[in-house]
């Protein structure tokens, strides 16, 4: 009998590892990058208390070209580029959302690196 449960279990953790792998593919996973798109800009929209903040909008401006607007997803994520040709020093990103007002953006990356990740902390008005 314990083999047969041990094999059970082994077999579940097969499948519950095989299942973490292939989730939350969407949009905003770096497997759906493009190759020579740039730097990719990602990160969270939390308000003060930690809680991600959905469909909150996210700009990117760069000092020169046009700015991109993209939405978070349900978990507050957010990810993009915007060209290759844009240094990341010169973007700013900000976000906003109708009931709330921006408190805080944080850069994790510093400038110059591929992955710039900026979180975002919004306050519920």
């Known amino acids: 009998m314990s083999i047969l449960f041990r094999t059970f279990a082994g077999a579940a953790a097969a499948i519950a590892l095989a299942a973490t792998a292939f989730a939350g593919g969407d949009d905003y996973d770096a497997m759906n990058d493009k190759e020579g798109a740039g730097p990719a800009y990602f990160g969270f929209v939390r308000d003060h208390r930690g809680s991600p903040v959905s469909d909150a909008q996210v700009l990117l401006r760069p000092k020169s070209g046009e700015p991109v ?14 060209n290759k040709d844009v240094k ?32 975002c902390t919004l306050r519920r008005l």
Not at 70 to 79: A, D, E, H, P
Not at 100 to 119: C, H, K, L, N, S
């Open 69 to 82: 607007a993209l939405k978070t997803n349900v978990l507050g994520l957010y990810r993009s580029h915007i």
């Open 88 to 119: 990341p020093e010169d973007v700013t990103i900000s976000c906003e959302k109708s009931g709330y007002r921006q408190e805080r953006v944080f850069r994790r990356t510093e400038p110059g690196a591929m992955f710039i990740e900026t979180d």
